[in-house]
């Protein structure tokens, strides 16, 4: 696919080394000359200009481009790029810098497809390493839906159990499963839930504390301290 | 007759709430929300510029969700 990237900096730049990695064409657009510089190192393709401009973007191939990722710090740059993406037809995805407007953008900017705000799952990941590792946040589906990864511990409560004896809350499911020592697949019914296996959850935030307590076993007053990562939770 | 553009700055998703609220002050004539550095837009038309302090300082601060307010009075 052909991406348009505005903004080389913390976010854009590795956003367009990951899509360039897995084989997509991706055109950055970005008015800091050092930072220009930087990208160009990297053989990538940057037009130096401002990604609120629509000629910026017309030079960059947002005519032929499947999505633009408006990715700089600068709020009104981001949102005026979407319009403009808006316009020729491209999906679009917003950077935002405080979490409070993820939901305002949600609700009321038709020509933001989809709001991204970096610091959240760079929060999560944090939090999750310094707790110690048994439980890893993968992705934000939704505001709401989040997919992680846990570990069975000695203290799990299902410790012992096959997946179909599992007995997950409601709003969650199992969407992967490994061995301690193997690779994640999609999880067989028989398969034993032991010490170390890690089983790949898709769960509302709700019901995510309950899913802890269940197979990492964590007590209830650390599971209410580890929730709280939906909205608010993490600023 | 004195016209002021409020700048808002919010600290909740309440979008919705914080437009009603400011909505509902009299003097204030319309509110929008806004994409960019500031969440919401207030147009005040007041007396004196007095009145306008009132508005800003007062009553839309005052507003639970409301982080702060910039305000720019109109000179045509």
Known sequence: ?235 | MVTAFVMVKANTGEADRLRTEMEAIEGVRSAHIVAGDVDIIAKAQVDTPAAVKEIAATKIQGIDGVEGTQTYIAMD
């Open chain 1, 1 to 235: 696919m052909r991406f348009v990237i505005i903004g080389a900096g913390r976010v854009g730049l590795r956003t367009a080394r990951v899509l360039r990695d897995e084989g997509h064409e991706v055109t950055l657009v970005e008015r800091d000359e050092p930072r220009v510089q930087r990208a160009r190192n990297e053989a990538f393709t940057v037009v130096e200009g401002d990604g609120s401009r629509e000629h910026s973007l017309e030079e960059a191939g947002i005519a032929e481009a499947d999505a633009l990722g408006a990715l700089t710090g600068d709020l009104n740059v981001n949102f005026t790029a979407c319009m403009i993406a808006k316009h020729y037809g491209c999906r679009t995805v917003m950077r935002i810098d405080e979490a409070y407007r993820e939901e305002i953008y949600r609700k009321y900017a038709d020509e933001v497809d989809e709001v991204i705000y970096p610091e959240r799952l760079g929060a999560i990941g944090a939090k999750n390493a310094l707790l110690g590792g048994t439980i890893r946040a993968i992705a934000d589906i939704e505001q709401h839906l989040q997919v992680v990864e846990l570990t069975i511990t000695d203290a799990a409560p299902v410790n012992g159990y096959t997946i179909s004896e599992l007995e997950l809350p409601a709003d969650s499911r199992v969407l992967a499963f490994g061995k301690h020592d193997g690779e994640l697949e999609l999880p067989g019914e028989d398969e034993s839930l032991e010490v170390g296996d890690r089983l790949v959850v898709l769960a509302d935030f709700e019901v995510l504390s309950d899913i802890r307590q269940l197979l990492v076993g964590e007590s209830a007053s650390q599971a209410v301290a580890n929730a709280g990562s939906g909205s608010g939770g993490v600023n």
